[in-house]
């Protein structure tokens, strides 16, 4: 069985904590992915539009040259001039190193270089389309890409090559001003995954160097057309959210790294928040509930205190309860049943009293009035009889038996009030029993019952006061008489059994109920009509103080079996 | 030592008021008395220029000292006992490379320490480098398109004068050097103790009123000189002449090839970097043959021989200094040149050395021997 506190608990937590517990899951679950998806959002966009300018930078830079090759081919110019002209663009557009004008042939018609151009056309066999080759890094410590842009043939001229080398400077200024936060910045890889441009100063090195750094795993994944943010691990084993985007069409890859720590900072510092939030929210959920439950359970107990005193007869006992609810009206319930069973009782003991004065009353009247009868009719014979002595001496045997049953009413009742101490000596239980059971012999013959007194010769001896045990024994012995119809047998007997001496007096009386032999013993109990009902509480009392025990049992219409039970001693008298 | 290092031919040769030194005495710890044909303050400027040998136990007057040579570099060693104390750096080893790129990589890897001179190009790029500090310094020599007055088209002074008044410098400082430079206004560097007031360099574009019609000069360049951005600066030097109305033809020659015809004169005019030391190369470069020591360039400029020679013989600074202006002056309205710019390049010297920076001194040239491992 669960205690109302665990029900308790158990409804709190599924109530209140429980729910806290799974919106705090959900809340930080969602944050994070939330933020996560945030911040790679954010990232991506960077990289995108750094992807995009990059590819529109390049893209402008073909349209020039495409201008620029139009001029040349297209204005009938001789050769100096187209020659100038190519040298005044390479001044106006600083960007470019190298401006050349080939035809298609593969001859020189202009260029910017002072002398021979340093740049060489393409091939006779390449396809009429614009060419970027990859990205180098110059021996100045530059990147650079060469384009080759077809010239058409016009009226004005046969067409060719315009071929440029192109500075990728600019590149490296737009990668430079990408930051993301305070420690993500963006790269730029080459198609044959060289690293170009990096805006974290401590990687530029590897730029200066011109080594193939290991192809980035989102550069790869991007150029097959695969995720564009991952999170990986660096060379110092931080993590690093990196989200990256193609060049097109130059299959170069723009790739942004932010560290995790940096990146999802605010979603950690809200989950940190929010966690907080939560724990205190169960704290005090929690606090609030346990609380809230002792007072509930407080109030609870108090009730069950209550319940359990007045179960105990403590019929004065009282629950105070405070508040307004339906707890302190059955509190006040309570206490008002508890008034009235207090009301009650002392009703019904008034009535017990009563009762019981009755009934002492009626068995006092019945008792004395006998013997007090006999008296008097005695006196009054006085008067008449006075001069025969024979009557003198019947009157005073009368007197004295009578006087004598008084006294023993009296005894009895003095006895239940305040019991006498017994002295007590070594007496032979087996000839007392059959001493008494003989004596009582003619009164079961008047009442046409059969005794048999079934006690052994040998003598076994009991600690006893000889006078109160013999009260007892009559007291049994006169109640199976009673309880006999005629025609019946009483019987005596004895037996000892290791230490202890069992007499029993059994009768094939009427019996007792069951609902009553708890409480034959208590005083003034009888199931006879008249009598104070004392012989069998007082023969308890006296059995007890001999350290014996005295029990009963009986079967309604067949008869009742009382045992006397007393501890056997060695002593004799001597 | 100053004994030891005059008899030296090549000394002699750079150095020719050396002549002038009838003897050296030293009449105590830091005095020495130097008796001459003639009182010449440049005499000084000669005789304290001298590169000095030391003398075994003594003290030397140097922080290092010439040590191996070889096809791969030299080495200096560093001088325990030298007066103003001994330097932290030992050894400092020069090691040539076939590219800036190759040199950035070898400081990368920590195989060097510092880069002798980073182009300007590059500088921006190095600059971000954590590991590396740079030290931008003015380079001694000044981008000159220098004339042949021998040829007819040229001689005219006005001429020479008005092509100097159409260059204008501040655009080519944007142009071709990326603002990495300094205007010059005459072949002393700016500041030089002797400079005072110069003449302006200010661009006049009505200046090409007074040039003939259709005028062409043909220019020679060596581009392969990695230094300068030549071609970039002949480039823009032909647009500002172009718009002007002159045609600066560019002719792209070997450096051997410029050497030769320069020593004969077969050229009009030449984009070159000329010294730009003190007086005395002042004096040797710009003077004519006739009386001066040294000469390169055959470009028959002897306007201002009287001035040059005025300088030469100058007493003390102030007569110097006047003298010096008087130059300027003269090359302003007699211009054998157009002194274009003084490049800026930069030293690079990696975090692991702590380089003090002093105003005017080339943290190499003149602080090697300050540098100090950085405490980590």
């Given at each position: 069985m669960r205690s109302i506190t665990t029900k308790l608990i158990l409804l709190i937590m599924t109530a209140a904590v429980v729910p806290l517990v799974l919106f705090a899951a959900i809340s930080i679950n969602s944050l994070r992915s939330g933020t996560r998806q945030s911040v790679t959002e954010g990232n991506l966009n960077v990289a995108t539009r750094a992807a995009e300018q990059i590819s529109s930078y390049v893209s402008n830079s073909v349209d020039v040259l495409r201008a620029i090759g139009a001029e040349l081919n297209g204005t009938r110019l001789n050769e100096w001039q187209q020659d100038r002209i190519a040298k005044n663009f390479v001044l106006e557009f600083p960007e470019f190193r190298e401006i050349s004008f080939f035809s298609a042939d593969g001859t020189v018609r202009a260029t910017s270089r002072i002398g021979a151009p340093h740049l060489d056309p393409p091939?006779?066999?390449?396809?009429?389309k614009v060419l970027v080759s990859p990205i180098t890094i110059d021996e100045d410590l530059l990147p650079t890409t060469r384009l080759s842009v077809p010239v058409a043939a016009t009226a004005g001229g046969p067409g060719g090559w315009i071929v440029a080398e192109l500075s990728l400077e600019e590149l490296w200024r737009m990668v430079d001003r990408i930051r993301v936060g305070r420690h993500g910045y963006a790269a730029l890889l080459s198609s044959d995954g060289r690293l170009v441009a990096h805006g974290d100063p401590d990687e530029k090195r590897h730029i200066a160097r011109g080594e193939l750094i290991p192809e980035h795993d989102l550069a790869a994944s991007l150029r097959a057309g695969r995720g564009l943010a991952m999170s990986y691990t660096d060379d110092d084993g931080a993590r690093k959210l990196a989200t990256g985007a193609l060049v097109k069409p130059f299959d170069w890859a723009v790739i942004v790294e932010q560290p995790h720590e940096e990146a999802f900072a605010i979603a950690r510092r809200l989950e940190r928040q929010l966690s907080i939030a939560i724990i205190v929210a169960l704290f005090i959920t929690v606090a609030v509930g346990v609380g809230w439950s002792r007072a509930f359970i407080s109030r609870i107990l108090a009730l069950r205190r209550g319940t359990e005193a007045l179960a105990a007869g403590h019929l004065d006992a009282r629950v105070t309860i405070g508040g307004r609810d339906e707890i302190q009206q059955l509190a006040d319930a309570f206490n008002a049943m508890a008034q009235r069973l207090e009301e009650l009782q002392e009703s019904l003991r008034r009535q017990e009293r009563q009762a019981t004065f009755g009934r002492v009353a009626a068995g006092l009247v019945h008792d004395l009035s006998h013997p007090i009868q006999n008296i008097a009719n005695s006196c009054k014979l006085l008067f008449h009889s006075w001069e025969d002595l024979e009557f003198r001496s019947v009157f005073r045997s009368n007197v004295e038996r009578e006087t004598e049953a008084v006294k023993n009413v009296l005894d009895d009742l003095k006895s239940i009030a305040r019991p006498i101490p017994l002295e007590r000596s070594p007496t032979d239980v087996n000839g007392h029993i059959r001493d008494i059971a003989e004596g009582m012999r003619a009164a079961a013959g008047e009442a046409g019952l059969t005794l048999v007194v079934d006690v052994p010769a040998t003598a076994v001896y009991a600690s006893a006061n000889e006078y109160a045990l013999g009260r007892v024994y009559r007291n049994l012995i006169q109640n199976a008489i009673q309880a006999t119809a005629a025609g019946g047998t009483v019987t005596v007997s004895s037996e000892r059994v290791d230490s202890r001496v069992r007499v029993r007096v059994a009768d094939t009386g009427t019996g007792i109920p069951p609902e009553r032999i708890e409480t034959i013993f208590e005083d003034y109990f009888t199931t006879k009509k008249r009598g104070l009902g004392l012989g069998l509480a007082i023969s308890r009392r006296i059995v007890d103080q001999l350290g014996g025990a005295i029990t009963v049992d009986s079967v309604v219409g067949r008869g009742t079996v009382f045992t006397v039970e007393l501890p056997v001693t060695e002593a004799q008298v001597v | 030592m100053l004994k030891a290092a005059m008899k030296d031919d090549v000394q002699r040769f750079f150095h020719?008021?050396?002549?002038?030194?009838l003897s050296l005495d030293a009449t105590g710890d830091r005095e020495i008395r130097v008796r001459t044909r003639v009182p010449r303050l440049l005499t000084l400027d000669d005789l304290t220029d001298l590169p000095l040998a030391p003398l075994p136990g003594g003290r030397v007057l140097a922080p290092f000292v010439s040590g191996t040579v070889s096809e791969e570099g030299f080495t200096a060693r560093g001088v325990p006992n030298y007066f103003r104390g001994a330097s932290a750096v030992n050894v400092v080893e020069f090691r040539s490379h076939r590219s800036l790129r190759a040199a950035w990589a070898a400081l990368m890897r920590d195989e060097?320490?510092?880069?002798y001179e980073v182009n300007r190009d590059a500088v921006e790029f190095v600059e971000r480098e954590q590991r590396v500090r740079v030290y931008p310094f003015l380079r001694p020599f000044v981008s000159t398109l220098m004339f042949?007055?021998?040829?007819p088209e040229l001689a005219p002074a006005d001429v020479r004068r008005a092509l100097s008044r159409i260059v204008d410098r501040d655009a080519i400082l944007k142009a071709a050097y990326r603002g990495r430079a300094q205007p010059a206004?005459?072949?002393?560097?700016?500041?030089?103790?002797?400079?005072?007031e110069v003449p302006s360099t200010r661009r006049s574009p009505a200046s090409a009123d007074v040039l003939p019609r259709n005028l062409r000069i043909r220019c020679l360049v060596a581009p392969e000189v990695e230094t300068q951005p030549f071609e970039r600066l002949a480039l823009v030097l032909q647009k500002q002449f172009a718009d002007s109305g002159v045609d600066l033809e560019l002719e792209a020659v070997t450096m051997k090839e410029l050497g030769s015809r320069l020593r004969v004169g077969d050229f009009e005019a030449v984009l070159l970097e000329a010294i730009g030391g003190g007086p005395t190369w002042m004096y040797g470069l710009w003077h004519s043959p006739s009386s001066g020591p040294v000469r390169f360039i055959a470009n028959g400029y002897a306007a201002a021989d009287r001035e040059l020679d005025a300088m030469q013989m100058a007493r003390d600074e102030e007569e110097l200094k006047r003298a010096v202006a008087a130059v300027y002056r003269k090359m302003a309205d007699d211009p054998p040149a157009i002194f274009i710019a003084w490049p800026e390049v930069a030293r690079a010297v990696s975090t692991r050395f702590e380089v003090p920076v002093e105003k005017g001194v080339d943290i190499m040239g003149g602080n090697l021997w300050l540098w100090r491992p950085a405490r980590r």
């Open positions: 091939a006779a066999d390449t396809a009429r | 020719p008021r050396l002549e002038d030194i060097i320490d510092a880069l042949n007055v021998n040829r206004d005459g072949p002393l560097r700016p500041g030089h103790w002797v400079l005072g």
